[in-house]
């Protein structure tokens, strides 16, 4: 399948034992058939305990979380002892790929780097050049149907747009709302204070930094910064690149693109009201995603409201 990734792709190496948000903790893993095939064959007391640590009864079989939700193959060093005992390809799928996630389309595949990993989140707002898409094999030419056509030729004009640096990162976001026909006012984080305290929420520094959230002055914040405008602008890109294309099955296009601009203009609020050196924008940006956009229940709902 011939493959499309954002140019900054090649740059993620997951920082393991160094990172502060380890994805071994909080979440229940499930273990794809040829992996589980795998690990049920292991010999020897390593395989003994790799089954062990697995839940087979339930539909879908996963690794048994232990205390403070730590996968039981997280090492007190921070290192995955699947990894140490039989190398990365003794993986299952999910913790292979991730941060990563795909979007399929008839003849090709869209990959990225998810924002809620934190050295993602730090590689993606970071970086320098405007965002583009790069195929992973030379030879990168497919037919795509009118629908995809229509579709990708209008995440371009997005794209077009908010990569459009002779101006400031609020002024292309007016654009797009005008483009679209919504009040950019409207989406503004005190207007959808109760939207996201109504959301499900996994931490309770996000509940904190939510509840703190106030009238926003875009002249006097971080989004009048020049520092901060290549975040912004990588920012958007990302939440359009990731989200804007589900709306060939739903049509759901408007309230795509006003969720990734409303994502926007909420990491810039809570950074703006939080002084705090852990809480960067990096890391704000971090928290929104997986607060809000790696939980499809979370995306329904705010999808439905705007
Ligand atoms: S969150 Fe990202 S950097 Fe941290 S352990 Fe997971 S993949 Fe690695």
Redesign the pocket.
């Known amino acids: 399948m011939k493959t499309l990734v954002p140019n900054y792709y090649k740059k993620f190496r997951?920082?393991?034992d160094k990172?502060r948000?380890?994805?071994?903790v909080g979440w229940e893993i499930d273990i794809d058939d040829d992996t589980l095939g795998y690990y049920a064959d292991l010999s020897g007391d390593f395989g003994k305990k790799v089954r062990q640590n697995i839940d087979f009864d339930d539909e879908c079989p996963h690794f048994i979380l232990k205390e403070g939700d730590r996968c039981p193959f997280l090492a007190t060093d921070g290192l995955c002892e699947i990894i140490k005992r039989l190398g990365e390809d003794a993986l299952c799928d999910i913790c292979t790929d991730?941060?990563r996630f795909r979007n399929f389309f008839s003849e090709h595949t869209e990959m990225g780097l998810g924002l809620c990993?934190?050295?993602?989140a730090r590689i993606i707002l970071s970086y320098d050049e405007p965002f583009e898409l790069v195929p992973t094999d030379e030879d990168f030419a497919v037919c795509l149907d009118d629908q995809e056509k229509e579709m990708f030729d209008e995440r371009e004009e997005l794209f077009s747009i908010i990569r459009d640096r002779s101006v400031s990162v609020f002024e292309r976001m007016e654009r797009i709302a005008s483009k679209y026909s919504f009040e950019l006012q409207d989406l503004f984080p005190e207007k959808l204070k109760d939207l996201y305290l109504s959301l499900e929420r996994l931490c309770e520094k996000w509940t904190d930094l939510l509840l703190a959230i106030t009238s926003f002055d875009i002249n006097k914040s971080i989004l009048s910064d020049k520092k901060y405008s290549v975040c912004f602008e990588q920012l958007l890109c990302y939440l359009i690149f990731r989200h804007f294309v589900d709306g060939m099955y739903d049509d759901r296009y408007a309230p795509r693109i006003k969720f990734a601009i409303s994502g926007v203009l909420l990491v810039a609020n809570l950074c703006d009201n939080v002084n705090c050196a852990d809480l960067d924008i990096f890391e704000i940006s971090r928290m929104f995603s997986s607060e809000v956009e790696y939980s499809q229940e979370n995306l329904d709902k705010v999808f439905d409201s705007l």
């Open positions: 997951c920082i393991a990172c948000h380890n994805c071994c991730h941060p990993c934190e050295e993602a």
